[in-house]
């Protein structure tokens, strides 16, 4: 059936519903069961909530923040203030109630639709730093029987309003999504920002459904896909899938039952179409392998034997490369036999496409999906882009690119090798900060990304780190932490990693141990361990990580342009890096200033030449008490190799 | 009968149980309203576990007597008191570890089934009906309890803390109007704890259900629980809201020992 064509989303809502009435659009688990809200329906829903929103006040302009995990209610509730002409605002739901004043404040939010009694609890906490606050609604009424009901009400009282201000003026709502233009802000979307203050992002239809419709085109979306909404709100990406591809491709948007269940629930719905940042692959694999382990001698033997099949010819097949007959043969058995249970198991049974971005990806982990039969490609872009720059064609996929400049998009390398970016998605501005934008934007209309990158012979753009992260060692070469960081990450003990080296003679690391690898690791080899810190402090997981670094020492001697960063020393961290305690943003980005400054003592030991050095750190739990852990931490030292075919 | 008498939904008068020479609980009395968080604490031996075992029918005191709900209860015995609506969750847990949490949480509706194990045994008509209804209404507990994720998983391979919430779950299932909670906190740690709380605090609010519940360690009952009785050697030392059972020197006396 044809793409709608309409221009803003509660207009197309309105074509969809006219379309195809009785396709589902949205699906929520809920008491166990997937209940569905056909595009008729959701169309309907988004109409109630909008005539209630207007009977309420809400004007042209205004902005309605939503908070909580997805739920059809809260993108319906996001349409809804698209219809009135409004602006939705979806704040990150397990953010603090202190990190969400800047952007209630900077956003001017007087209306605000949250999923349940913890988000309503942070509203209300809020309320002196917050007046202009005034109408608060919540989906899930659990535990707020006894609340102040004056200004919080629950959604099926705002609907109910919605109802009767839709009898007693007929056609308001039409005439209201009918004045909407393309040339609307649809969304402001905060960066989680690595430095400084959030920024309001400021999108528009034309931009967003520029960026969903590009993606229908690379990959033919259509109302018969399923996709799988689990990612936070706030973030571009999901904003991207859930809100433009679903509105330009008329797919159903799948909302999990809780967020423990999303992988039995993708089970159950089988997506077509998948998102997940590399770390949700890494710990799919890590399941799998550990399962595997535990697995009998004929099971394990024929994974081992299967997936050495699937290394050898499984990519080549699904990019529709030559394969040899006895692979093939050995390939569709394999499928039969391991493949096919194994996509089944990960929920990816129907899987068409599946993407993945925000970090790197490990190229074992990358070509394992690929390997069994998950189309699995990668994608490339900012909040400020809609997440839309650059996107990996079938048939031109590899693990170190990000792909090659979306359609209707340009690319281009600037100073410091930084990657700038112009065309369809770019962002109309930052909210209330025209110096900001005018940083960000040059003359040319290029946007400035902030990534390093080049562009290799095949006309991909590969990312290498932050520009501003790039620096020069003591010596003068290189330092890119990022590009080490990554590929210290690509090792499944590995869970984070933070190195050192700009101006310094040597590079020194922080290690994050991945608890669930070495803990099953130290297990098998019974070693015993309380906890955490315990595990970190082991003096055997000390020697295995050592290993590791030592192993990517060796790997990268073999570059000529990075050889030469290798990690001299590094210790183990005894607490896992947090964005509670800001150490990662909510996106789990390294926050580097502040882990340098936090960590001073630790760095200082690791140039130093110390062997062990004591550590006391704050640490912030989920419901904002603040508390102490310390240890005492070894200085390991790793070996370094002779750079091959270099100079020094 | 008096408004306050209708205000109690228990009272237990005058109630003292021995085994052998052990005289576990002496003369005990005191009441429950009619949706309150109730506590009783004492020390470890103190006569708590006996006292739910006395309300829950499980032991049968020597003397004293019920009143639940306004009728003096003449025969005390854990079928009875369960289908005049006391749930009770266990210390040690007593659930069915091999069967899923969704079976297990199901069992609690069995006293609430109509329906004969013929139109069961093959889900006819009324017997399909009255599983659905119920099933719903054991969803709506995983909801309450967010255990959605380990609906089909054997209880028996959870997480302490987790087995613990479905206990409480299938104590909810049977709708009671009183439930006993046995240390619902006790082996876990302080966020588990936290959590209890929450649930504990959730369950008197949204079901209305009046709950009693047993733990040994103060700090968490005071800050739940409306009014506490404190028991010693199976005794009543103190009974009263929390700050003037925490004032009452029996009470410190009891836990911290005495001065000397």
């Known amino acids: ?648 | 009968m008096t408004d306050a008498a209708r205000d109690l939904i228990l009272e237990v008068r005058g109630v003292s149980l021995s085994f052998g020479g052990v005289h576990a609980l002496t003369d005990i009395s005191f009441d429950v309203r009619r949706g309150e968080i109730r506590a009783i604490i004492g020390p470890n031996g103190a006569g708590k576990s006996s006292m739910l075992n006395c309300i829950n029918g499980a032991y049968r005191p020597q003397k004293g007597e019920f009143i639940f709900d306004g009728q003096p209860i003449a025969e005390v015995n854990p079928h009875r008191m369960a289908s005049l609506g006391v749930a009770r969750t266990f210390q040690n847990l007593a659930l069915f570890k091999g069967m899923s949490v969704l079976d297990n949480i199901m069992t609690g509706r069995t006293l609430r089934m109509k329906s004969n194990l013929l139109l069961q045994a093959f889900r006819l008509g009324v017997a399909e009906r009255e599983e659905t209804a119920h099933r719903e209404y054991v969803e709506n507990i995983i909801d309450f309890l967010g255990i959605q994720a380990w609906r089909k998983t054997p209880v028996g391979t959870l997480p302490y803390g987790l087995q613990k919430r479905v206990d409480l779950g299938r104590a909810l299932a049977m709708e009671p109007k009183l439930l006993l909670l046995d240390e619902p906190m006790a082996g876990m740690n302080v966020e588990e704890k936290q959590d209890m709380c929450r649930f504990i605090l959730d369950v008197n609010d949204e079901f209305g259900t009046t709950i009693v519940l047993i733990e040994h360690d103060m700090s968490v009952v005071m800050d739940i629980s409306s009014r506490v009785v404190v028991l010693d050697y199976g005794r009543k030392i103190a009974d009263g809201s929390p700050d003037e059972v925490r004032a009452n020197p029996d009470v410190i006396s009891a836990y911290l020992g005495t001065e000397h």
């Open chain 1, 1 to 648: 059936m044809a793409h709608p064509t309409e221009t803003t989303f509660p207009r197309v809502l309105m074509q969809h519903a006219a379309q195809r009435p009785a396709r589902p659009a949205y699906r929520e688990k809920y008491l166990g069961i997937w209940q569905t809200d056909t595009w008729r329906a959701a169309a309907d829903k988004v109409r109630s909530i909008a005539a209630g929103l207007a009977h309420l006040g809400f004007k042209r302009g205004m902005s309605l923040a939503v908070i909580g995990d997805n739920r059809p209610f809260l993108y319906q509730a996001m349409l809804a203030a698209q219809a009135l002409g409004g602006v939705a605002v979806p704040l990150y739901q397990d953010a603090v109630a202190a990190e969400m004043v800047y952007v209630l404040k900077d956003a001017d939010v007087r209306f605000a639709i949250v999923e349940d009694q913890e988000q309503v609890d942070k509203l209300l906490e809020l309320s002196e730093q917050v007046p202009d606050l005034h109408h608060i609604f919540y989906i899930d009424p659990r535990g707020l029987r006894n609340y102040d009901h004056g200004h919080l009400k629950p959604i099926d009282a705002l609907m109910a309003m919605g109802a009767a201000h839709q009898a007693a003026h007929p056609g308001f709502i039409d005439a209201e999504i009918a004045q909407g233009s393309e040339e609307d802000v649809c969304v402001i979307l905060y960066t989680s920002g690595t430095t400084g203050r959030p920024k309001g992002v400021c999108q528009t239809y034309r931009s967003m459904l520029g960026a969903g419709r590009g993606a229908c085109q690379v990959d033919g979306l259509n109302d018969q896909d399923d996709m799988m909404a689990y990612l936070p709100m706030a973030w571009v990406g999901d904003f991207l899938f859930s809100m433009a591809q679903c509105m330009a491709s008329g797919f159903t948007v799948n909302c999990p039952e809780s967020r423990e269940t999303v992988s039995a629930d993708m089970k159950e719905i089988g997506p077509t179409y998948y998102f997940a940042p590399p770390r949700v692959y890494e710990g799919l694999l890590t399941s799998v392998t550990i399962r595997m382990e535990d697995a009998g001698r004929l099971k394990r033997s024929m994974f081992g034997f299967f997936m050495s099949v699937a290394r050898r010819c499984g990519a080549d097949l699904l990019d529709g490369r030559p394969v040899s007959t006895t692979d093939r043969l050995l390939y569709a058995l394999g499928n039969l036999l391991v493949y096919g249970p194994l996509r089944n198991t990960l929920g990816m049974t129907r899987i068409r496409v599946a993407y993945t971005a925000g970090e790197a990806i490990g190229p074992d982990l990358f070509r394992f999906y690929r390997s069994i039969g998950i189309n699995l490609k990668q994608l490339y872009g900012q909040t400020e882009s809609c997440a839309y720059a650059c996107i990996q064609p079938d048939g031109q996929v590899k693990y170190d690119s990000v792909g090659v400049p979306s359609p209707g998009m340009e690319i281009r390398i600037g100073d410091n090798s930084e990657v700038l970016v112009r065309g369809v998605s770019l962002l109309k501005e930052y909210y209330r900060n025209p110096a900001a934008t005018a940083e960000v934007i040059d003359a040319d209309g290029f946007f400035h990304t902030g990534d390093a990158g080049v562009i290799d012979s095949d006309g991909h753009l590969r990312i290498i780190d932050r520009a501003k992260d790039v620096s020069k060692m003591a010596d003068g070469k290189v330092f890119a932490p990022k590009y080490i960081e990554n590929k210290l990450k690509f090792f499944s003990f590995i869970k984070e990693a933070v190195v050192f080296g700009a101006g310094r003679e040597s590079i020194g690391a922080f290690i994050n141990i991945d608890f669930e690898a070495v803990g099953n690791w130290a297990e098998r080899r019974n070693i015993a361990y309380s906890g955490y810190i315990d595990l970190a402090g082991n003096p055997a997981v000390g020697d295995l990580i050592r290993e590791c670094v030592e192993k990517m020492n060796e790997e990268l001697s073999g570059e000529q342009m990075l050889g030469h960063a290798q990690i001299a020393r590094f210790l183990i961290l005894h607490k896992e890096l947090d964005p509670d305690d800001d150490e990662l943003t909510r996106t789990r980005k390294v926050r580097r200033g502040f882990v340098e400054g936090k960590y001073r003592p630790l760095i200082d030991a690791l140039y130093g030449g110390l062997g062990e050095q004591f550590i006391e750190t704050d640490v912030r739990f989920e419901d904002g008490r603040t508390g102490k852990v310390s240890a005492t931490l070894r200085i390991h030292d790793a070996r370094t190799f002779a750079v091959q075919g270099g100079r020094s």
